[in-house]
């Protein structure tokens, strides 16, 4: 989803959990290539990410290499074309859309369906 800058007020970004939606925050509150970490009702953490075109992402917060709730502060980039956000931790980079590390291909995260609305 692509977005113009003036039409982000008062939209909120939602991510599917099981059959619903749950609120995370106001678009406005996201910065491109900064995550933002939002707390799920299960306790589990996401990481949330749009890109300069407005498109959105969100995959688990949690780092599978070290444990630690640290991928909403990774940096993020494109590597052959797909997006990533890079663990500040061991940097391991993650694809945004797919979860797969890029680095080993036994690891991934998990990824979520993520709307503004």
């Known amino acids: 989803m692509t977005l113009a800058l003036e039409t982000t007020a008062g939209l909120t970004v939602r991510l599917r959990l099981a059959d619903d939606w ?61 997006p990533f956000v890079a663990s500040p931790l061991l940097k391991q ?3 945004l859309e797919t979860g797969r590390c890029l680095d080993d291909d036994a690891v991934r995260v998990t990824t979520y369906e993520v709307k503004a609305a």
Do not use: K, M
Not at 38 to 51: E, I, K, M, N
Not at 61 to 81: I, Q, Y
């Open 22 to 82: 749950f609120e995370v925050c106001g678009l406005d509150r996201l910065i491109p290539g900064r995550g933002v970490a939002a707390l799920l009702p299960d306790g589990r953490q996401a990481a949330v990410f749009t890109d300069r075109a407005g498109r959105l992402y969100a995959v688990d917060n949690r780092d599978p290499f070290t444990g630690a709730a640290v991928l909403s502060r990774g940096l993020t980039g494109t590597h052959r074309g797909r």
């Open 93 to 95: 980079r993650f694809d």
